[in-house]
């Protein structure tokens, strides 16, 4: 695998979840699509998207419900792609949302690997790598829920991970989900006392080699104000590769943030 199959995967995903072409995020301008759930999107997408934005550096993708596919269209043309996610247009969008239930929720960066570059990693630390079957025995240690699901029931889990000890400690744990049958998310937590000496990097890049040895896409999402995470990213080699918008129930919303 090479960067370039990587690039093709992650935007092959994006389509079937976004109910596009690939071409479309290759191509300047912006594409209005009609979302709808297809067969082999990530697991996350339990029904279609009433609005979802995806931008790779070149086109923008909006899928979106039917009833403001108008309203979308006029304001995709009046805005340039990476601009769609800026404030004042997401104020916009936010009012037009609520005439339906809706809000403006997750607004994310995603990074994928660049194999060309080099990692360096703490040789100092231990390291020990979890099998899906293995995994059950962490969640017994309740502390890493950046990096584990703690669910082995439901149809996105762990399917991997990467733990790492300092003086025979539990310092961190990377792990891995199967978000899709093509890529799996990395997750990352490292404990206080413990940051700063290259754990999350060093988990974050062994995981990644895990992953591909599986045949799998790895990548790596956050949010745009999470500086510390997204140094990690990079600090492992990653770059970023696509952003997303997304918008949910409001009363869903109102849940998340505990309102």
């Known amino acids: 695998m ?3 199959d990587i690039w093709k ?5 994006s389509a079937i979840d976004l109910n596009c072409k690939a071409t479309d995020f290759m191509s300047k301008g912006s594409t209005v699509v009609t979302s709808k759930l297809n067969e082999g999107r990530k697991k996350c997408y339990k029904k279609p998207m009433f609005c979802g934005l995806a931008y790779y550096g070149e086109g923008l993708v909006a899928s979106v419900d039917e009833r403001i596919k108008e309203f979308m269209e006029v304001f995709v043309s009046r805005h340039s792609e990476y601009r769609c996610f800026d404030t004042p247009q997401l104020i916009v969008l936010n009012k037009e949302f609520g005439k339906y239930g809706k809000c403006v929720c997750f607004i994310a960066e995603f990074f994928l690997p660049d194999l060309e570059k080099k990692v360096l990693i703490n040789e100092n630390i231990e390291v020990k790598v979890f099998s899906e079957d293995e995994i059950p025995a962490l969640y017994e240690d309740d502390r890493f829920h950046m990096a584990l699901g703690y669910n082995s029931d439901s149809d996105k889990k762990d399917v991997l991970a990467v733990v790492g000890f300092v003086d025979g400690k539990i ?3 990377a792990g ?6 093509t890529m799996w998310q990395i997750g990352i937590d490292v404990l206080p006392e413990f940051r ?3 754990v ?22 956050t949010a745009w104000s999470n500086i510390a995470s997204k140094s990690n990213a990079v600090k492992c080699g990653y770059k970023t590769a696509w952003v997303e918008m997304t918008a949910i129930d409001t009363e869903d919303a109102m849940k998340i943030i505990g309102e």
Request: proline share 2%.
């Open 2 to 4: 090479i960067n370039k």
């Open 9 to 13: 995967i992650a935007m092959e995903q």
């Open 200 to 221: 999350a990097s060093t988990l974050t890049k062994i995981l990644t080699d895990e992953i591909i040895k599986c045949g799998k896409v790895p990548f790596y999402c």
């Open 171 to 173: 310092a961190g744990v």
């Open 176 to 181: 891995a989900s199967n978000d899709c049958d």
């Open 196 to 198: 700063r000496i290259g």
